[in-house]
């Protein structure tokens, strides 16, 4: 089993993604899966506060209030982005076939969540943004409601690839966080992250793009300001 210590660095805002109503959540979840006690986990860590926020999706959070990220969201950002890649005649998963259930099967995030850790100074805002749809009765615009964390906002996870081939489809799929990212919204350009990947034994860096991105890794001393400059320039 290969496992990989990776670190996410989002240089666009991450929407929350979990819907706010406990009955409708429960409801999602539990069609996507039998793990009872993670769903009554997941449900928990909505929160009170959430359930008064109803058409606005949100993070789950840690008692003390630390918005975090379950486990299925790097499971379905890995389906995500292979079922785009295999479109691509010079992807390597290309040969990635039955991909879903290999990934259900090989892929684990050890940890049950991920803790986003904002950057100084950050926090957790709401956006909204105008949503446009086609229906029988014409065009309509509907206004979507999310929480979000800011750029620069960071988290760190295991992940265990119990069939050592399969680590290099993985690595792809992080490569294309740059271009599209995770959580709500993501079409819009929200949820793009930079990464680097560390051997969980030595702390070396094994795989990365933040050198190619910034010219540097979280190893070297200005770090964080290519980070924000990175960021900065991205924005209007």
Not at 100 to 119: A, C, Q, S, V, W
Not at 206 to 228: C, P, Q, R
């Amino acid at each position: 089993m290969e496992k990989m210590l990776v670190k996410v660095y989002f240089v666009e805002e991450l929407l929350g993604s979990c819907p706010s109503q406990k009955d409708i959540y429960a409801e999602y979840i539990a069609g996507k899966g039998p793990n009872a006690k993670k769903i009554e986990e997941e449900i928990a860590a909505l929160g009170e506060e959430a359930v008064e926020k109803k058409g606005t999706t949100v993070f789950l959070r840690r008692k003390d209030g630390t918005p975090t990220l379950s486990n299925h969201t790097w499971l379905g950002y890995f389906k995500e982005k292979v079922k785009y890649l295999r479109q691509k005649d010079d992807s390597p998963c290309k040969k990635f076939t039955a991909y879903k259930g290999k990934i259900d099967g090989n892929f684990m995030i050890l940890e049950n969540f991920t803790d986003l850790i904002l950057p100084e100074g950050g926090e957790i805002t709401v956006l909204q943004r105008p949503l446009r749809g086609d229906t029988a009765q014409g065009p309509i615009v509907s206004l979507a409601s999310s929480e979000c964390a800011p750029a620069g906002t960071s988290c760190e996870f295991t992940l265990a690839i119990d069939a050592k081939e399969f680590v290099k489809y993985a690595i792809e799929c992080f490569d294309k966080g740059i271009f599209n990212g995770t959580g709500q919204w993501r079409s819009g350009g929200k949820g793009r992250f930079l990464y680097e990947i560390r051997d969980p034994e030595t702390g070396e860096i094994t795989s990365n793009n933040t050198s190619e991105y910034l010219g540097v890794t979280s190893d070297d001393e200005g770090f964080i300001d290519a980070l924000n400059e990175f960021i900065e320039e991205r924005q209007l």
